[in-house]
């Protein structure tokens, strides 16, 4: 069979580094009667370290090349199933169903213009929330969501309301066939599983968008004038979480957020 060539429409770049392999390996925690759920197998380099961790492998390639050699390189393995699919548009509850699958993890090497999309598909799931994720990304992406109060953007905001997110390991741009312009990050997001509604994170993401809708501005302004509120109104939910009038949007916590947000939706 031919080498497989890399389609840039799809950001394909193939980890070649096993030692990078070994640290998402263990980053995942995985035992005999873990299942995980893989994004982007490639050419299953990741998956076959999975497979030998795991209990139950079920990688999603959109790649119909890629599935073909995949489906070959593991067809004598009866724990893993690859899924010719965009994950995007798979229905994660009824995929883990056929699979017996009640509880998973998420392994990806992320196309970096997917990431944030990626990201927000898995850990705003209602049905099938998986336990945690371990992601490959874009270093100045991982930089983004590990960000603290002070550097805060919406990405990050979004991910630490769903999780908590650690560092696993740096990778540089050398570790992947063809080398990327850019240098990638390994971290980890362990979703805390709490039970949002719908309404609920509705209420709390239009409150962060009007937030951060001028990001040079401070944020008792952008509220005022995204939300079209009082301004003495938006001062006074302000105090109530104990916030300056001259606070900006990065420099919240999520606990801040959902302060400011109960104050303004009852």
Known sequence: MKKHKPKKSLGQNFLRDAGVVRRIVDAAALTRESAVVEVGPGEGVLTAALAAAAGRVIAVEVDADLVARLRERFARHDNVTIVHADIRRVYLKELLAREGVAQYAVVANLPYYITSSIVRLF????????????????????????????????????????????????????????????????????????????????????????????????????????????????????????????????????????????????
């Open 123 to 266: 850990m705003e799931n209602k049905d099938a929330p998986p336990t945690h994720l371990v992601l490959m990304v874009q270093k100045e992406v991982a930089e983004r969501i590990m960000a603290p109060p002070g550097a805060m953007s919406i990405l990050s905001v979004a991910v630490q309301y769903y999780g908590g997110v650690q560092p696993v390991c740096d990778v540089p741009r050398t570790a992947f066939d063809p080398v990327p312009n850019v240098d990638s990050a390994v971290i980890r997001i362990d979703h805390h599983g709490v039970r949002t509604s719908a309404a609920q994170d509705k209420a709390f993401f239009r409150i962060v968008r009007a937030g951060f809708s001028a990001r040079r501005k401070m944020l008792a302004n952008n509220l005022a004038n995204s939300l079209q509120l009082d301004r003495g109104a938006v001062r006074d939910a302000l105090t109530q979480c104990a916030l300056s009038t001259t606070t900006r949007a990065q420099e919240l916590s999520v606990e801040e957020w959902k302060c400011l947000t109960a104050q303004f939706v009852q």
